[in-house]
């Protein structure tokens, strides 16, 4: 047995000083995703292992999916309180914590989750929005592309067809534009909707074609109707304490998987995962296209909650306009670069 136990010490002293003398960590990484989705395959588990790679095995992960360490909900104070290491959520989930990031949630700034990824990078990297993740450190922030309307009875071709129907919020910020849409918004995270739409709890709800199909909420819904009037924020974030504890050598095979190169990864993978789930879907259910008269409709609806929650981080004293402004024009760059292959 001290010949068992001596050779034990000295593997782990060996695991600790190899590699340049860097101490081995084991991070553990939450997200909400099931672990069939797209995204735990490429998004967490294949980041992570490119990251072990290129950490020479000094790094490990062990992710946690649906769930499983923490609920989508409490996702940043998870990743704040240590709960988890690394943990990736929705801004939104917490109403009025992230009101600036929130911005990039509003209608019409962005045709893909490529370009808006882009220029939400661009925007946390300018430091206005500093103040609101001060607790953690961010690795990237991103968003999906442009979500639709889902519902399981009710065809919705018209803002009449609104009044009335339950429909799932993913934020606060989406429930100011369903109201002023005529429904009633049901606030709950991503994971819930399949249930709540089974029992008719909800009507419907907005997510981008690829959620729809990876939370199997495809199976309660026979109507689609295609408006792309939001996106979500989302943001991968790591503990305070666990980021410190990191090499520099580390915190570089880290960040090489990080900041851009994160965020755009994961909004052509959302792209990729929406071209594919649209596809799928359409071979069951009816897909409803607006006239040009209703969708400039339901635009001046959404112009309008999104000219009333700017003013209202103004009167907050929050340079709401000024990070819109900086946020459309990140977008326009980002657009230009990726149209001429410059990123």
Request: aromatic share 10%; charged share 20%.
């Amino acid at each position: 047995m001290k010949a068992i136990k001596t050779l034990a010490a000295s593997s782990a002293v060996a695991m600790m000083f190899s590699a340049g003398n860097v101490a081995a960590q084991n991070l553990r990484l939450a997200h909400f995703m099931p672990a069939g989705s797209w995204q735990h395959s490429i998004m967490f588990d294949g980041w992570a292992k490119s990251i072990e790679e290129d950490s020479d095995g000094t790094l490990s992960f062990r992710v946690f999916p649906a769930q499983t360490l923490g609920s989508a909900v409490e996702g940043y104070d998870n990743a704040r309180r240590g709960i988890a290491d690394i943990t990736w959520t929705v801004q939104g989930y917490t109403a009025n914590r992230f009101p600036l990031s929130q911005i990039v949630e509003l209608p019409g700034l962005f045709d893909t989750a490529e370009i808006g990824s882009c220029g939400f990078q661009k925007l946390y990297e300018s430091g206005v929005l500093d103040d609101e993740y001060s607790e953690t450190q961010v690795l990237y922030v991103h968003v999906h592309g442009p979500g639709h309307l889902f519902t399981s009875d009710k065809a919705v071709t018209s803002l009449s067809d609104m009044r009335g129907l339950q429909i799932r919020q993913p934020t606060s910020v989406i429930g100011g534009l369903l109201r002023e849409l005529g429904a009633e918004p049901v606030g709950m995270p991503a994971p819930e909707v399949y249930e709540a739409t089974q029992r008719g709890v909800i009507d419907g709800f907005l997510l981008p074609w690829e959620a729809v199909v990876g939370f199997r909420a495809d199976e309660v819904v026979n109507h689609y109707t295609d408006v792309g009037l939001y996106s979500l924020a989302f943001v991968k974030t790591m503990n305070q304490s666990a980021y410190d504890r990191l090499s520099d050598a580390q915190r570089s095979a880290l960040q090489q998987h990080s900041g851009m190169a994160g965020a755009l990864a994961a909004g052509r993978g959302y792209d990729a995962a929406d071209e594919a789930a649209k596809e799928k879907m359409l071979e069951s259910g009816t897909l409803h296209i607006l006239t040009d008269e209703e969708r400039a409709q339901w635009e001046a609806a959404a112009e309008r909650v999104a000219d009333a929650y700017l003013d209202e981080l103004e009167s907050r004293g929050l340079p709401a306009k000024a990070v819109y402004d900086a946020f459309v024009g990140y977008v326009d760059e980002c657009r230009l670069m990726l149209d001429s292959g410059d990123i």
